[in-house]
């Protein structure tokens, strides 16, 4: 596919609940470690270690000794729980009926906000991830979104445009154009995610998320390289037109487990 990087990014263990359908089991971890780690030995500088970690309020320490005592090129913060619902599991979907859709958005928002201050992440992982199912909200949230931007501005993290939305219920990549203009206007850098649960979805749809870049203003992207000491990779930037054609792209996708 000529992209120039390959980022495996597993998910870390859910602290406190366990999942074996969503994450790996803390006791997996090394064995996931060492397995990439070999990898990236075989492919030098073309295969990072990475690994997608979610922002909770409550495992944030737990979550930090996880990544301090592990050698990872790269961190990808996500936010798939407001509380203890999992709002992104098809299992707990039933559970919109009893919310009032502003409110999820604007709990979510507020959350990512804050994944983005811990200085946990190196990027943002599916920036809207809330809209998975199709549910909107009833007004253009201006107020949150533009507070969102900054405070990810400000953090100085990475977002990726993320193509695993394409093929969920809502039919959009991660995030969206309105998002990603905002975004630009900021000056975030973005990278590419295809946020990849089996080989054949690596690097799916990236077209799709060149031009969606392209189209919000983007002529930039961040590549990750990765540094011998064990500390987290150097983000560069290269100009996006060189991806156009596939080539030069990296990809941070997550790999390995099933997550529906
Ligand atoms: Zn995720």
């Known amino acids: 596919m000529g992209l120039a990087g390959i980022g495996v990014a597993d998910h870390l263990p859910l602290l406190p609940d366990r999942d ?24 030098p500088n073309y295969v990072l270690l990475g ?5 909770r309020p409550q495992t944030v320490s737990e979550v930090r000794a996880l990544l301090e005592n592990n050698p990872f090129d790269y961190v990808i913060g996500s936010v798939h729980h407001l509380g203890n619902w999992g709002f992104d599991d098809p299992r707990q979907m039933r559970a919109y009926a009893d919310r009032k859709i502003d409110d999820v958005w604007i709990e979510y928002f507020e959350l990512v906000g804050e994944a983005a201050e811990s200085g946990l992440f190196t ?23 533009d507070r969102l931007v900054e405070r990810v501005a400000r953090a100085g993290v ?15 990549a991660y995030p969206s154009l309105d998002i990603l203009q905002r975004l630009r206007a900021a000056k975030v850098t973005i990278t590419f995610g295809s946020d990849a649960h ?10 799709h998320a060149v031009a969606l870049a ?5 002529d930039e992207f961040a590549t990750l390289v990765a540094q011998k000491n064990g500390r987290r990779a150097l983000v560069r930037s290269e100009p996006l037109r060189a991806a156009t054609s596939g080539r030069n792209l990296g990809d941070s996708s997550s790999g390995g487990r099933a997550r529906q």
């Open 20 to 43: 074996p359908v969503l994450s790996m089991n803390l006791s997996e971890l090394g064995d996931y470690v060492t397995e990439v780690q070999e990898l990236k030995d075989r492919f």
């Open 51 to 55: 690994v997608e970690a979610d922002y």
């Open 123 to 145: 990027v943002l992982g599916h920036l809207d991830l809330v809209k998975k199912f199709g549910y909107r909200p009833t007004r253009t949230l201006e107020a949150e979104l």
């Open 158 to 172: 990475l977002v990726e445009v993320n193509t695993a939305g394409l093929h969920k219920p809502v039919g959009e």
């Open 198 to 207: 089996r080989p054949q979805e690596v690097g799916r749809d990236f077209d």
């Open 214 to 218: 392209r189209s919000a203003g983007y």
